[in-house]
């Protein structure tokens, strides 16, 4: 045996002191008490900080002794802690991104960029006859049965909403404003903790028409500058519409659908029964069918943009309590569902609607 | 230092048939081996690291709902692991220490202690587990509790036994491993001359450890 046998490894390694050892134990010991005597007291925000801390101070003397980094070669201390710092840049660039984004919101393609069987207007910021002629329509809609025909905000839903609906006649009391692009932007986002959703599943010319024909309810309003223009993605400067296409759902209500446990429930498809009442059935081929698929299974309503893709989706209508009586299904079909991506159907008169009912009955596989 | 029964057996294979092997001398070939782990253990940060980032984004964004949650994980259970836990990791140093002086007995007597230790973490994580299944506090879809009625509280305990969870499986290898270390020391094959897999492993133990150190205040304590 070579020289290198009677020299021990240890000679070159630090052996760390018994007393040091059970040292370091007894202080981790001592800190975990803190921590958890800490944990009863409510100090905010710092609970938090002071957790991680104290947590951080234990792993050191872990690493440090236990694992003798102390003692070791310096690059083994850079190795380790370089797995920290990436660790830190990780959560530091994924936390700005999400926490201060400005709105937390999950873009995508969720309508159809161009009206059905419309052609784009070419720049409908700009208020012409036809576009308050197709808010006109639109209002009478979507938008009647809270805001009310003059748009007063007198709908026959108004009474049981807090905060009340918007008078449109008055120009005082708008959180967003009344000119066209902000009308636009309170379509687009809604007013988060009010009835008011966001009606983005409206092709933005539609949107841009609604907020000239609710402009045209009032005294007139203010124009917008390019300034305002430009908030809602609209670039007068380049003289070319410039339309922000992508609609946002919030984050909130994509997680809560993409995790509700009934999404894992699927009906059996079914073929039509001959009883099926032939214009419900039509009207719900014409009006549901692309959200709620063609037996009533769910659908997906739309995409979350990221890798892998997440689709968004509703649940078979045979779940749902809305179904179970005709009062409450047609409250919901006519009001749509505020901030759920379903949009109202107050159009309908009260055969189709009482059509529709039966034929999401029959789907539903109830008697 | 009082070595009472060092092992003169205790030659490395590896460094002893030095015309194979690729370092200059079983020193060089510690120090290598002991780097290998380092950067496994980068990996291993890594690995968690995800998790801690997903927990600390969730938390931001439903601070309100983890502070309701995390009053369903029982600290003193928790708190009891803990200890258990940095126990383990004193009675591994110990039998590390003992290992490289050359105190057999000692060794194997801290190995003993550090695997018992270990089996204790896992029966209290067994009482943990089984009373979150009997509440139906459980992740995602499964979630069945009547009394946490936070929309969101699912997603809690999905990171709480998804975290926990992978814990668990480095703590259960790490029993393999000092249940291996324990076999190869009574069978004398450690000494102050080589020590490279009681050191490493000791490495790993620790590390679990860490991990628990910040688990138990983040899902118990401050929730």
Known sequence: MDTKET???ARHHHILPTFTTVLVGLSLLVLTGVTILLGGVELGRLNFAVAVLIASVKALLVALFFMNLLYDRRENSVIFGASFLFLAIFFVLTATDLFFRGDVAVKGPISAPVPAGGKRVAKPWLATEALVGRGRELFSQQCVTCHGPEGKGNGPAAASLTPRPRDFTATVGWKNGRK????LKTLNEGIPGSAMAAYTTLPPDDRWALAHFVVSLGPAAEKDSPEDLLKVGVDVAKGEAVIREAPSIPIELAMRRLTRPELKARTKARTPSPTQTPEGARVYQ?????????????AIVGALGGVPRMLLRT???????AIENESA????VVRGLTGELMPGAADLSERELRGLYRHVQELSGRP | MMSADVSDRAVTAAASHEHESPFAGPDEAFEAAKQGMWIFLVTEVLMFGGLFVAYGIFRGLHADMFQEAHRYLAVSLGGTNTVVLILSSLTMALGVGATQRGQRDRALLFFGLTLLLASCFLLVKYFEYSHKFHEGLLPGGYFRNEHLKHPKAPLFFSLYFVMTGLHLVHVLVGMGLIAWLLKRTVARQFGPHYYTPVELVGFYWHFVDMVWIYLFPLLYLVG
């Open chain 1, 329 to 332: 299904f047609s409250e919901v």
């Open chain 1, 315 to 321: 649940g078979p209508l045979s779940i749902s309590k």
């Open chain 1, 286 to 298: 014409a009006r549901c069918e692309r959200c709620h698929g063609p037996e009533g299974e769910g």
């Open chain 1, 7 to 9: 020299e021990p490894a």
């Open chain 1, 180 to 183: 066209p692009s902000q009308i």
